[in-house]
């Protein structure tokens, strides 16, 4: 045992959850068992480390702790299947303490393939989000549930009807072939992708960032990243998260949010941005760029930019273009004609915007009025401005982007005299 | 909690369902000829693949007939159960080791180009004790 903090406790759970977890899944091929035994392994270190201090390697020994605990449970039910399963875990035991002689690959593999099942295709969408954090992340069930503002029973159901799909319908716990990844993939960066705009653009509720939020999206690309450095998209999405959450002290005051013409550059988070645009540098010339890493791109123009004034607005629309051909979608038009106006002039803007009302998907997206708002306004064209303002006040859903709305409408309506008028009544 | 299983080792039956809309006007022969050419080789493919359990193709929905008991009295309606412009137009029944190995074999079924498959797992029930 060594001397370390007892402090380091939680951490070391937050670290070794992952690992811990696809490992046991591998053995037992059930995520209800394995979640069991691993949670029994962290209650026994709960107690134990404090007193004995923390083992010098904490995960094996979760995982001896776990591995017993299942055993135990399995001979208990003294079904067929269960010990065919006793057999098969102390086999694979064997082969892994075998294997991880070598380093930690088999490890990893588990986690990559933790990764492929709680993001398959065949779950819905929250589903995929839920099991990602609380398997992958090791998020408690209710910090799932804060997360997304849902009640804990709701998160906790949908945790299980996940599950049940996953068991009831075959989905296996392997790592796609080669010749899958690139249908397999896409689902698993989206599920972190999700994770992160909704920490940093909350669709609901009063805070416009949610730190812990985005501070576990960014831990799971890190993880995804070291697990498949050689995907290039891996790296796009880690790099495009750094290149986006490195603003992120300045993307909010006290008196609201802050956007990016008017936020102070000198506290955006230089080290991120040094490894966004590092891993971008490593990364684009392997051939044609993905969306993530299209993305990350026009992130890094903004953050090279000494000031809003002066960001190259051609390259970023360049940039967005190719993005269309790539990954064609009604919001990325709309950040294109944005990028327009900046770069042309709002006349200009505002007739690329104009293509866009119609469009469906954008009928209820707040930012296309507010976009024709701000160029309106910068014409001069008031009242209309104050419709736009108006209409994108009626969308918006998080509060700290109404309050910044709202500023910007109070701002060109002219002050009425509001005094009131004595003996109009009666 | 059930005993763990790992679908690498039990084999799972899937049933694929295979929707799909009835053409308005019958197609033409060449048509027809060009189409049943790849269901047949779909249907040998899936039966030297040692997965094939059964699979049948079902005549057109007009001949369908839906029966159902309100109390004791029986009541037999023209036509399937829900009117949908997609009908349910056959059947695999197929032994997999996991969702991926259906799924795959799903995408390759000419069923999936001219409609859609609803790939669904077979509810296994332990036998009672005779």
């Known amino acids: 045992m060594s001397e370390r903090a007892v402090g380091t406790v939680e951490a070391v759970f937050r670290e070794e959850w992952g690992r811990l977890l696809a490992t046991l899944v591998r053995w037992l091929g059930d995520l209800d068992l394995a979640e069991e035994v691993a949670a029994d392994a962290v209650a026994v270190a709960v107690e134990r480390w404090p007193v004995d201090g923390v083992p010098d390697r904490p995960g094996a020994w979760l995982l001896t702790t776990a591995r017993r605990r299942a055993v135990d449970l399995l001979r ?8 065919l399963a006793v057999l098969k875990v102390e086999a694979l035991r064997a082969d892994s303490e075998h294997r991880s002689a070598d380093g930690a690959t088999s490890i990893d593999d588990d986690r990559l393939r933790l990764f492929f ?5 065949a779950l819905p969408m929250d589903g995929r989000v839920a099991l990602t954090l609380r398997y992958l992340g090791g998020l408690s069930t209710s910090e799932v549930a804060r997360a997304f503002l849902v009640p804990e029973k709701t998160m906790a159901q949908r945790l299980t009807r996940a599950k049940r799909k996953i068991k009831d319908a075959g989905i296996p716990y392997r790592v796609p072939r080669a010749d899958e990844l690139p249908a397999r993939l896409p689902a698993v960066l989206s599920v972190i992708y999700l994770i992160f705009t909704e920490a940093y653009a909350a669709s609901g509720g009063p805070a416009l960032v949610r730190p812990d939020l985005a501070d576990e999206a960014l831990r799971l690309a890190r993880i995804l990243f070291e697990l498949l450095p050689a995907e290039r998209e891996v790296a796009g999405l880690l790099a495009l998260l750094l290149l986006v959450d490195a603003r992120r002290d300045a993307r909010v005051s006290d008196t609201g949010l802050v956007l990016l013409a008017d936020q102070d550059r000198t506290r955006w988070d230089h080290t991120k941005i040094d490894e966004g645009i590092g891993l971008l540098d490593r990364t684009l010339p392997g051939g044609p760029p993905g969306p993530y890493a299209l993305q990350a791109a026009i992130a890094a123009v903004h953050d090279e930019a000494p000031s809003f004034e002066a960001t190259d607005w051609r390259q970023i629309v360049a940039l967005y273009e190719v993005l269309r051909s790539v990954a064609p979608s009604p919001v990325v038009d709309l950040n294109r004609a944005a990028a327009l106006g900046m770069a042309h002039g709002p006349a200009v803007g505002l007739k690329y915007l104009g293509e866009l009302t119609e469009m469906p998907e954008l009928q209820r997206y707040h930012l296309l009025p507010a976009a024709r708002a701000r160029f309106l306004e910068d014409l001069g064209r ?4 104050t419709q736009a303002y108006r209409l994108a006040l009626d969308l918006v859903r998080n509060d700290v982007e109404r309050v910044y709305l709202q500023r910007r409408l109070d701002a060109i309506t002219p002050v009425v005299d509001v005094k009131p008028r004595g003996g109009t009544a009666g | 909690m059930p005993p763990p299983c790992d679908p690498k080792e039990g084999k799972m039956r899937y049933m694929f369902l295979i929707y799909g809309e009835e053409p308005a ?5 060449e048509e027809l000829d060009a189409e ?3 269901w047949w080789k779909y249907d040998n493919a899936i039966k030297e693949s040692g997965l094939f359990l059964a699979g049948d193709a079902l005549q057109p929905s007009q001949t369908a007939t839906t029966v159902r008991l309100k109390g004791d009295e029986r009541i037999v309606t023209d036509g399937p159960f829900a009117e949908t412009r997609e009908v349910l137009g056959g059947y695999y029944l197929i032994d997999a080791p996991d969702l991926d190995t259906a799924l795959d074999w799903a995408a390759k079924c000419p069923g999936a180009k001219y409609g859609s498959m609803e790939v669904r797992p077979v509810m296994e029930f332990d036998t009672p004790e005779q």
Request: net charge neutral; glycine share 0%; aromatic share 4%.
């Open chain 1, 76 to 83: 208990r039910r003294q079904t067929y299947a269960a010990k």
């Open chain 2, 36 to 38: 049943m050419a790849e």
């Open chain 1, 117 to 121: 099942t709680c993001c398959h295709p």
């Open chain 2, 25 to 29: 006007t019958p197609p033409s022969q």
């Open chain 1, 382 to 385: 008031l009242d209309e401005a």
